[in-house]
């Protein structure tokens, strides 16, 4: 029997050896992965010799409003490589400082800290809460301040309390709880404001919708009026700011608005009489700055409807409360760049503000070379009755891109009493460091001179 032959069947691969479809895909998914590092880390490598050699990236700068209004981008020295001035610009602040001196009296120290310091008098009068505002009678011995405290839930109060420094005493003279306005939940009606009389024995209090008084002497509240909410509005709540009650305590000037575009309305203590003066506040031209002998201190600005009938005229009047007709002229501004800050006795004291192009240039922090505008401060005094305006003191105020000097603005300038004598200090703020300015005591006798004071 012949046998017959039979095909050799095709050899089993062991699994190692088995060919997977997807291990192609595989390999090149790797490759092509190594293949973009390596792309990425050659690019890098190249825009950093790039930097290195002074490159600049382009940028838009369309819209730039100022000069020194620089765009912000990771700070590289290497960005400043191809700009280069002649000449950097240095501060020219030269005051006429004599010395320094440490307030040693503890009440000063309190007080001072207190006037200046945020949130200060909370922890000197040991009280829970924010302090909103804050006032202080002539003496400085006593000091009125709203304090806001949070109640169950989400409602709050307000309280007008008066801090006693002698006897280190608290004293409540007026609280109302914050009635919410609205659905918003941002407006209440509330206390707003405070402000001292003259000799200190009267409290003006205002509220969203009237003003009152505190007699320090017979401990009493009077109501003066009480208009009720206004129509609500979408700016806020129409309310009453500002009380300056006139030296003979007779009247009494309150701001009246929505934050802006105040009004100012005057109240006649003694007569129960309400007049809206017509001023239009800083937004229509004309502001009141304080009281003059029985009369108002009105600032006339060069906008508004004052502009529109007079022509220009930047200038204060003293004007009679009970008629307005009666004003005159009570000082002429040299420029528009004055700015009222303080009124002791005879004396005016002013802010001067002006900025000009200084003829030296600075590298921004993007390479550009750009002029420097220098910006100066200057504090004068004029004597009423003299008509004398003197220069007191002067700093160089410009803060620029570029500019590494320290620069020196005229924050402030008050009256205080210091172991028992008037003081009068300038607060100087020191490259926008407003947690830590300079204080310096100003003599009032000519050549004028600065003591700096710490405390």
Known sequence: MEDTPTENPT?????????????????????????LIILLFAGSLYFGLRIKDGYKPTVNRNNQLRPDNTITLQSLNSQKGGCEVEEEYKNTTSLNVTGTKQITNQMDI???????????????????????????NTTENKVAFILEQELEGD???????????????????????????????????????????????????????????????????TKLFDNGPKKENT???????????????????????????????LFDIKNNKLTDLEYGAYVEGTLFEDWYENK???????????????????????????????????FDKPSNDFYYTLLDGDYLYFIQETEKPSGLYACNNIGEKLEVYTKENVLYRYDIRSKELEKIMRTDATRWSGVEDLDYKIDSVQTHLLEGKKAIIAKVIVNEKYEDPIY??????????LTEIKF
Request: aromatic content about 14%; some cysteine.
């Open 155 to 221: 409602k709050k109060k307000r309280s007008v309390n008066l801090y006693d420094h002698k006897n280190n005493t608290v004293t409540n003279v007026y609280e109302s709880e914050n009635i919410p306005r609205g659905n918003s939940g941002d407006y209440f009606l509330q206390i707003e404001d405070i402000g001292f009389s003259d000799d200190g024995n009267l409290l003006a209090i205002t509220t969203s919708t009237g003003a009152l008084t505190y007699g320090l002497i017979t401990e009493k509240i």
């Open 110 to 136: 309190d007080k001072l800290n207190a006037y200046y310091k945020n949130q200060y008098l909370a922890q000197l009068a040991k009280v829970n809460g924010t302090i909103i505002n804050t006032d202080w």
């Open 11 to 35: 050899p089993e691969l062991p699994p190692t050896c088995k060919i997977d479809p997807n291990r192609n895909l595989n390999r090149l998914f790797i490759f092509g992965f190594l293949l």
């Open 296 to 330: 108002m201190l009105i600032q006339r600005y060069n906008i508004g409807e004052y502009w529109e009938k007079t022509g220009p005229g930047d200038d204060y009047f003293l004007v009679d409360p009970k008629n307005k007709s009666e004003e005159k002229l009570f």
């Open 440 to 449: 310096y005591l100003i003599s009032e006798e000519k050549p004028f001179t």
């Open 235 to 265: 700016w806020g709540i129409y309310s009453y700011f500002e009380p300056s009650l006139s030296p003979d305590n007779s009247l009494l000037i309150i701001s009246t608005g929505y934050y802006e575009g105040r009004g100012i309305v």
